[in-house]
């Protein structure tokens, strides 16, 4: 069994509830992102990161996007998933950030998941399905 991480960053808590899924799912550790550096990757076999979308749909500046920037070049080999809620907009924060991802070399497991606000049924089976993918 893949021992697997999920460090999220969030600010109304909708993203903390999608990891939340994720966690219960597999049994994985939850870790808030400015509790997670590129010294721990080594520790697990699996990440999933969670942001929502922040201002101008972007991952959110002060702690989550500073974490990515250090860690993402250091995941090749890594099973990797990519989660998030937003508010407004249409998802284009995921969409920067799965091409950023995979500028770093990054190859995510699975399909991004996003909601708008509080994850409703169907996000709820995708982390799920994310879950084991991941795990």
Do not use: H
Not at 78 to 106: H, I, N
Request: with cysteine; aromatic share 8%; glycine share 10%.
């Amino acid at each position: 069994m893949s021992k697997v991480a999920v460090v999220y960053y969030s600010g109304s808590g909708n993203t903390e509830a999608m990891a939340d899924v994720i966690v219960n799912a597999i049994g994985a550790d939850k870790i808030e992102c400015g509790d997670f550096s590129a010294a721990k990757l080594a520790d697990y076999d699996a990440i999933a990161f969670g942001c929502p979308a922040m201002g101008d749909e972007v991952l959110e500046e002060t702690v989550f996007q500073p974490m990515w920037d250090e860690v993402k070049d250091n995941l090749a080999g890594k099973k990797v998933a990519l989660f998030g809620s937003y508010g407004w907009g249409d998802g284009q924060w995921m969409r920067d950030w799965e091409a950023d991802a995979s500028a770093a070399g990054v190859v995510l497991a699975c399909d991004s998941v996003i909601c708008n606000e509080a994850s409703d049924d169907e996000a709820t089976a995708a982390l799920e399905a994310l879950a084991k993918a991941i795990g």
